[in-house]
Each structure stands twice: as structure tokens, then as C-alpha cells.
């Protein structure tokens, strides 16, 4: 199946105004994240897509494709939905969606979202981490309990799963999972998705995820092992991104792709 990597960047943010052309180690963070997914050889080909003539010409001066879309869309995902309608993205089978905040995303999330989704398992994919359980009484960060088969349960704000014994806490330890926003669709699921009026269980969490599982549709959680620094939200986030990127460097469209480890040319 042919795998279409689409990052979404709308410039009206509001706790980060101007998110997306932020400086990230003198580059804009949506470039730098185009560069890192394009980097990890999971699609075979890599879009941003935008409300905005700024982002356009700054993805198109570091040689980045990137198409205008509306500038209403409610959610990214609406705006992954847009751009997998052109006619010139027609034929790619799988979209994945990497939010164009994440620069730190890491290739196991964004090629185990896809892989769900390729492998047939299941119509859309995410992923998660194991994560310690201080996180569970953190509302900015997102849980999500799954099956044995790893199809996502439920996503909530909330401490999820709920400790009732105390004699169960090692249990309840090991099945605590972080959310990682990735997502993978086909085109028929991503289509289905927006199409769908949003769900009181979306509305309370503010989770546009939990749509699709109140009307039925199944979601594949797949796992790995780190979350990350996460997406930059705020200028706070922005300075400990800079700080990491001094000691990490992000890398350059390539640097992490080979004919012999792209999972194009083996899981995908």
C-alpha cells in the first residue's frame, strides 16, 4: 500500500502565536519536522498542509512540499481529510497524520501507527508508550487503555486505569500507557472520521479521537518504547525544545533512510 505522510500547520495559534515559523535551531519548526518524517523513509511521500501563504513559501524555500487548504477546518484531521481528496493524492491507500508541532516525533510511532494500518489489522492506527504512572493525575496528558489485540479501549484526560485496591498497583502500573499523537488512517476510514458529527464523549475530553471509537470503529494502539520531550505548545515548550536540540540534533531529510532499514522496502 502506498503511504501519504501529511503535517498539518495552521498559524493561528494562540498560547504560541505563529507556531509553525517559530524558530527551532534557526529553522521553522514545521520545517523541521517535514525534514524529520521525510527522513524516516515510512511514506512515500510527505506534505504540509496550511491555512497560510507564510508557512506555504517557508516550506517551499527549504525544498518541503506544502499545499494550501481552508482555513476553517475545525481539527488537523480535517485538514489531512482535504488534502487526501485532491486528485493528485488520489492514489495513496494509507495517510498518516504527524502533528506539526512534534518535532522530536520518533520513527517507531509514526511507522507503528502506519504498519497497523498497512498490516490490515485495523482501519486506523495510533500509538503509545509506557509511561509512569505520575502521569495519571496529569489532565494535559493523554491516557489510553487497550485490548489484548491492542485495539485503543478508551482515551481520556482522566486516571485511566483507575486504582481501586492498592494491592493492585503493580498491575495497574505496567498497563499505563502515554498517548502519541499519530495517527494513521485508510482512505476510506479518514473519509468516514470527518464525516461523523462530534461525539459528547470528543466534546467533554476534548479528544478527537474518541469520535470514531463511540461510533464503532476499531483503533490500533501500537506500542513503543519512549514518548519523547512531546509537541510545543508554549514558549516554555519551545525553550526546553531549543535545549534539547542542542544535545539532540534533529536530522536533515535523508539522514535516517537507507534502502536497507527504510520500512518501506521491508515492513511496509
Known amino acids: 500500500m502506498t503511504v501519504l505522510a501529511v503535517m498539518p500547520a495552521r498559524l493561528g495559534a494562540t ?3 505563529r507556531k509553525p515559523l517559530r524558530l527551532l535551531g534557526g529553522v521553522p519548526l514545521i520545517v523541521r519536522v517535514a525534514q524529520r518524517v521525510e527522513a524516516f523513509g515510512v511514506a512515500h511521500r510527505c506534505v504540509v498542509a496550511t491555512d497560510s501563504e507564510e ?3 517557508a516550506c517551499a524555500a527549504a525544498g518541503i512540499q506544502a499545499v494550501l487548504t481552508r482555513s476553517d477546518h475545525p481539527s488537523g484531521t480535517d485538514r489531512v481529510a482535504e488534502v487526501a481528496r485532491r486528485p493528485e493524492f488520489a492514489h495513496y491507500r494509507v495517510i498518516v497524520n504527524v502533528q506539526g508541532d512534534e518535532p522530536f516525533v520518533s520513527k517507531d510511532a509514526v511507522n507503528g501507527a502506519a504498519q497497523i494500518v498497512v498490516s490490515g489489522r485495523f482501519p486506523l492506527g495510533t500509538a503509545a508508550a509506557p509511561a509512569d504512572p505520575s502521569i495519571l493525575g496529569r489532565p494535559d496528558v493523554v491516557k489510553v487503555v487497550c485490548a489484548h489485540d491492542d485495539r485503543a479501549l478508551y482515551f481520556s ?7 481501586r485496591e492498592s494491592a493492585d498497583a503493580l498491575v495497574r502500573d505496567s498497563l499505563v500507557r502515554q498517548h502519541i499523537g499519530v495517527y494513521a488512517y485508510t482512505r476510506e476510514a479518514l473519509a468516514a472520521w ?3 458529527a462530534p461525539h459528547p464523549l470528543e466534546v ?6 474518541l469520535r470514531p471509537l463511540a461510533h464503532g470503529f476499531a483503533m490500533g494502539v501500537a506500542r513503543v518504547e519512549a514518548i519523547g520531550p512531546g509537541g510545543i505548545d508554549t514558549e516554555e515548550d519551545l525553550q526546553r525544545a531549543q535545549q534539547h536540540f542542542v544535545t539532540t540534533p534533529l536530522p536533515s531529510s535523508g539522514d535516517e533512510q537507507s534502502p536497507a532499514n527504510s520500512p518501506m522496502s521491508s515492513t511496509l
Open 157 to 163: 484526560r482522566a486516571p485511566i486505569p483507575f486504582l
Open 15 to 17: 498560547r504560541l502565536p
Open 194 to 196: 470527518v464525516a461523523l
Open 204 to 209: 467533554v475530553e476534548r479528544l478527537e479521537q
Open 55 to 57: 508557512i506555504l513559501a
